[in-house]
């Protein structure tokens, strides 16, 4: 499975942008999914998971409310929603899967600056 995020960049307090997650590869194979964020000097966090079937949803306090996760399985995609961004949420953007076969797999990571 290889997994690419896009949609990042720079954005004022107060805006918002969308991230996608686009799986390849052996794509049957994916379980549950998630955003993670590491910011300078600060451990990888999870941000928002949900599962295979996008049944349930988990977000992190501080997303809770702003920040939306979901995924489209016939397009092996996973998206996440971002409101009422705060400089706080700068932070480099990972994707995250959960490989049946191999365990946890990862995209490249992309840039979420928010300028105050």
């Known amino acids: 499975v290889q997994l690419v995020e896009s949609g990042g960049g720079l954005v004022q307090a107060g805006g918002s942008l969308s991230l996608s997650c686009a799986a390849s590869g052996s794509t049957f194979s994916i379980n549950a999914m998630g955003w993670y964020r590491q910011a300078p000097g600060k451990q990888r966090e999870l941000v928002a998971s949900?599962?295979?079937?996008?049944?349930?949803?988990n977000y992190t306090d501080s997303v809770k409310g702003r920040f939306t996760i979901s995924r489209d399985n016939a397009k092996n995609t996973m998206y996440l929603q971002m409101n009422n961004l705060k400089p706080e949420d700068t932070a480099v953007y990972y994707c995250?899967?959960?490989?049946?076969?191999?365990?946890?797999?990862w995209g490249q990571g992309t840039q979420v600056t928010v300028s105050s």
């Open positions: 995250g899967a959960l490989d049946l076969r191999v365990g946890i797999v």
């Open positions: 949900i599962t295979n079937t996008g049944g349930t949803t």
